[in-house]
């Protein structure tokens, strides 16, 4: 296979998506607009929550047998603790990072394992693209130049905000966005007292009443080092007048917190800005002429936990696809109108599937919160079931039928 492929986007999907052609013996360029991911702070304090990275996500990295790589440099993720002795373990492989530690482990095996296959260009955003002939132009802010090229495959993993799925949208007839906004926010305060007190391999549900999730990352010297975040949930753009303000909100709201922070970190936390999480997009196919868009340029949506996990099942469900319509080496240009269908086919219905699944659960609605709780006792949670690896998102959607009235409500 000798065809030229560029992966826009150095998130999980991207990257994973890499890994996945080289492990074919398969050459791939990466263009990135920002820089090097795993050259980038270890944490981010306005966006350095905790994820699990369990049953999707564990699949895809199985797939490029790198579940001893997650081992060696993630926390290990054992359940969630949801207050008052309810443990809720988790009996497969699985991890807890941030973005930022996921991404380092798969840099890691990229750069480490697969240094001749794929290749980086970071600092290049793309300015061009035409999805008919696969040309593509870039500025080169590091060189101060521009790149245009033409490509058999241009795979699209630039996140929640495509440029290049805004592109399509514009340019390629019957390619169309649906958008939702649910009006769902948050704000992260770093629990840099919660060393010693919680259990760092499990996420812990600090009140049930207004869920706020706390978890640990990678520390500035790994996962031996751990440091502590939890996200807190609004229903509305939420700012302090002041530290005493947020103090008293937390106190209302989830007590809890003010144990586990320090002063420095409530002041700060009252001065930081809340951040729109509750906004979705779903794309109508999972192509555009000779794109392909996979992880949160396929579909974004509202966090439960499936983000990373799906984006990085979406770049394996990919090379399935490359596996099923080109075997043997054939050529992607020549057979790329049927890998395209192939992959929407496998993909389009588990992407809707899980975006479904997200905007059925917003922590500051009392009514989800109580229709999770109710679905748990009628073994039905679709929320906790999208972690599962033995099931696909539309399976758990479908199950989510034989209760249809409690998910029907939005």
């Known amino acids: 296979m000798t065809d030229r492929i560029a992966i826009i986007g150095c998130?999980?999907?991207?990257?994973?998506?890499?890994?996945?052609f080289?492990?074919?013996?398969?050459?791939?360029?990466?263009?990135?607009?920002?820089?090097?991911?795993?050259?980038?702070?270890?944490?981010?304090p306005d966006r350095s929550y905790a994820i699990d990275v369990t049953g999707h996500g564990l699949n895809a990295i199985s797939h490029i047998d790198a579940v001893d790589d997650f081992d060696r440099e993630l926390i290990p993720f054992k359940g969630i603790d949801?207050?008052?002795?309810?443990?809720?373990?988790?009996?497969?492989?699985?991890?807890?990072?941030?973005?930022?530690?996921?991404?380092?482990?798969?840099?890691?095996?990229?750069?480490?394992?697969?240094?001749?296959?794929?290749?980086?260009?970071?600092?290049?955003?793309?300015?061009?693209?035409?999805?008919?002939?696969?040309?593509?132009?870039?500025?080169?802010?590091?060189e101060g130049r521009e790149i245009t090229e033409i490509y058999d495959l241009i795979i699209a993993a630039?996140?929640?905000?495509?440029?290049?799925?805004?592109?399509?949208?514009?340019?390629?007839t019957g390619f169309t966005l649906s958008h939702r906004d649910a009006s769902y926010y948050c704000k992260m305060i770093a629990l840099d007292q919660a060393v010693g007190e919680l259990d760092e391999t499990l996420l812990h549900v600090l009140t049930l009443r207004y869920p706020c999730v706390a978890g640990a990352i990678n520390g500035p010297d790994g996962k031996d080092d751990p440091i502590w975040f939890c996200q807190v949930p609004f229903s509305s753009n939420k700012s302090f007048r002041d530290m005493d303000e947020a103090r008293s909100f937390l106190a209302k709201k989830s007590p809890r917190i003010l144990d586990l922070a320090s002063e420095q970190a409530i002041e700060t936390f009252s001065k930081c800005e809340s951040q729109n999480i509750g906004r979705s997009t779903m794309t109508?196919?999972?192509?555009?002429?000779?794109?392909?868009?996979?992880?949160?340029?396929?579909?974004?949506?509202?966090?439960?936990?499936?983000?990373?996990n799906a984006a990085m099942e979406s770049a394996m469900v990919l090379d399935q696809s490359v596996a099923a319509i080109?075997?043997?080496?054939?050529?992607?240009?020549?057979?790329?109108?049927?890998?395209?269908?192939?992959?929407?086919?496998?993909w389009r219905d588990e992407a809707r599937s899980v975006s479904w699944a997200a905007n059925k659960f917003k922590f500051t609605n009392k009514w989800h919160v109580l229709r999770v709780q109710i679905a748990g006792l009628l073994n039905c949670n679709v929320v906790e079931e999208t972690k599962s690896s033995r099931s696909s998102y539309s399976e758990v959607r479908k199950r989510a039928k034989y209760v249809w009235p409690l998910w029907a409500i939005s």
């Open 22 to 44: 080289a492990r074919r013996g398969v050459a791939t360029v990466v263009i990135e607009a920002s820089d090097d991911p795993s050259t980038a702070p270890s944490y981010n």
């Open 284 to 308: 109508s196919q999972c192509y555009a002429g000779k794109v392909i868009f996979i992880g949160d340029a396929c579909a974004s949506y509202p966090p439960i936990g499936q983000g990373a």
């Open 82 to 142: 949801a207050g008052k002795g309810g443990i809720h373990p988790w009996d497969e492989p699985g991890w807890i990072g941030s973005r930022g530690d996921i991404m380092r482990v798969l840099m890691k095996i990229a750069t480490e394992k697969h240094a001749d296959t794929v290749s980086f260009r970071f600092n290049c955003p793309v300015t061009a693209i035409d999805f008919e002939t696969g040309s593509l132009t870039c500025e080169d802010k590091d």
């Open 11 to 20: 998130g999980p999907a991207g990257i994973m998506s890499a890994i996945n």
């Open 326 to 346: 080109c075997p043997d080496g054939a050529a992607i240009g020549e057979n790329m109108a049927e890998l395209a269908k192939h992959f929407d086919t496998r």
């Open 158 to 172: 630039d996140g929640g905000g495509s440029i290049i799925r805004k592109q399509a949208e514009q340019d390629v």
